[in-house]
């Protein structure tokens, strides 16, 4: 077995897992040595996947967590992350979120194959929102313009120019259309505006952009490409594998980001595409001059440049490409041997079916644990001191309110002998009642 988990949970790099942000691309500089640096426990997995290989082989091989992996990983100097990816090809059971395997660009980049698996979903009611989000995609057209500039350093300097300018003239194509629509966008709040198209509109925008059902293939040859660290060429009559810079992993993002929605809303003759709606926001953020200054991205560890205390006030465009319908995402399952879903919610399972785009041979609604003559539903008004129980604000704040509820849960916990479950409206209740009744 093992057990799939982000950065964020499974990285023991003292200045990595340190950072508050920027882990991938952290990790992503000291894989590939830059700046003379390297990750010493990266250089260790080897360490950690041949320990439980030698459990397994003895038989004395069991079920782990999280936990046990990364402190085995800081006792032997391994790193817990690629460790668990390793230990992937031959394991028989593999634990991870729902998004490894909903989300086409983690499956990709965690190497997950699905073809002929048994893929088991457990509460499986929380499947449709993973499912949604899984497929959709926000960029920022600052996060554009960056990549488009990237694009164009890339081009001016020759670097596989073809590729690069292809891409560029995408990019380019999309920060005009974002800056073009900006003015028709409707005031939808305080500071805040919007305009909402259709995925079959905004098929019609990229066509005019010159992305065809037929060009897109194109384009993502020339993304393949980009992505490629070496490439031959022929030094003194012989060929030789050089590695070659490629774009920033910031750049890296938006552009797989865009080739994500752009594939579903191509796939199948755009069968897809009223499942998706495109959203451009326009909100304001206010930034301060004393941040620190990020803008070199190169950079292993970002000085701080210090200036004076002023806050200004920037427009922020925000493009979103929303998926309302989980059947989407769901489509990528299909060359799996079979999906399991359970959860103590799916009913009605028609519905639910009907909602993944996936029709379920055989399903089974077992009945519940707990008897109907154990279970009681009701309303009460008052507690035990004869004060009504009405939870609005006004009233949660009063100390008579709180008074009849811990009344009522001590006449409860005397009647029920073997605890109860409590639900309150809201987190600032509960800690008012919390402190309260300690």
């Keep these: 077995m093992t057990i799939l988990s982000s ?41 950690l996947s041949e320990h439980y290989a030698l459990q397994s082989a003895h038989n004395t091989y069991q079920a782990w967590d999280i936990e046990d992996l990364v402190s085995l990983g800081k006792k032997l100097r391994a790193c817990p992350y690629f460790a668990a990816r390793e230990l992937m090809v031959g394991a028989d059971i593999v634990f991870c979120p729902y998004n490894y395997l909903l989300d086409p660009q983690i499956r990709e980049s965690m190497e997950i194959n699905l073809k002929g698996q048994v893929v088991i979903l457990d509460e499986a009611h929380n499947i449709e929102d993973s499912a949604r989000e899984a497929v959709s995609y926000s960029v920022t057209e600052s996060q554009l313009n960056a990549a488009r500039e990237e694009l164009d350093f890339m081009v001016n300097n020759n670097i596989r120019q073809k590729d690069h300018e292809q891409l560029r ?12 629509s900006s003015s028709q966008l409707v005031e939808t709040g305080y500071e805040t505006s919007c305009k909402v198209w259709s995925g079959k509109e905004m098929l019609n925008h990229f066509h005019e952009m010159g992305i065809t059902n037929i060009s897109f293939p194109i384009l993502q040859k020339h993304l393949s490409a980009v992505l490629e660290k070496e490439e031959k060429i022929s030094l003194f009559g012989k060929e030789e594998l050089v590695e070659i810079p490629i774009v920033s992993s910031a750049t890296q993002i938006v552009l ?31 930034t301060n001059e004393n941040q620190p200054d990020v803008s070199d991205t190169s950079a292993f560890f970002t000085k701080t440049k210090h200036k ?18 989980p059947a989407v995402a769901f489509s990528d399952l299909n060359d799996v041997r079979t999906v399991v879903l ?24 077992a009945n519940h644990v707990i008897r109907n003559s154990q279970v009681w539903v009701g309303t009460i008004g008052a507690g035990p001191n004869g004060r009504k129980l009405c939870a609005t604000f006004q009233h949660t704040e009063t100390f008579e309110f709180q008074d009849e509820v811990g009344a009522l849960l001590l006449s409860v916990c005397q009647t029920v002998g073997q605890g109860i479950l409590c639900f309150l409206p809201s987190y600032k209740v509960r800690k008012s009642l919390f402190i309260f009744f300690l």
């Design 342 to 365: 359970t959860s103590g919610t799916l009913s009605p399972m028609d519905s639910f079916s009907s909602e993944l785009g996936v029709k379920f041979s055989i399903q089974l609604e």
């Design 169 to 180: 003239a995408m990019c380019c194509s999309l920060t005009n259309w974002l800056r073009e």
């Design 7 to 47: 950065r964020d949970y499974t990285c023991i790099h003292p200045v990595v897992s340190s950072s508050s942000s920027n882990r991938n691309e952290l990790c992503v500089e000291l894989l590939e040595g830059k700046n003379g640096k390297s990750c010493l426990y990266y250089h260790g997995v080897h360490k």
């Design 308 to 325: 004076r205390n002023l806050r200004h006030k920037t427009v922020v465009h925000m493009l979103n490409f929303w998926c309302l319908n």
């Design 256 to 286: 797989k980001g865009l080739f994500m929605v752009l594939l579903y809303l191509f796939k199948d003759n755009s069968r897809f595409a009223d499942d998706y709606r495109v959203a451009l926001q326009q909100t304001y953020a206010w």
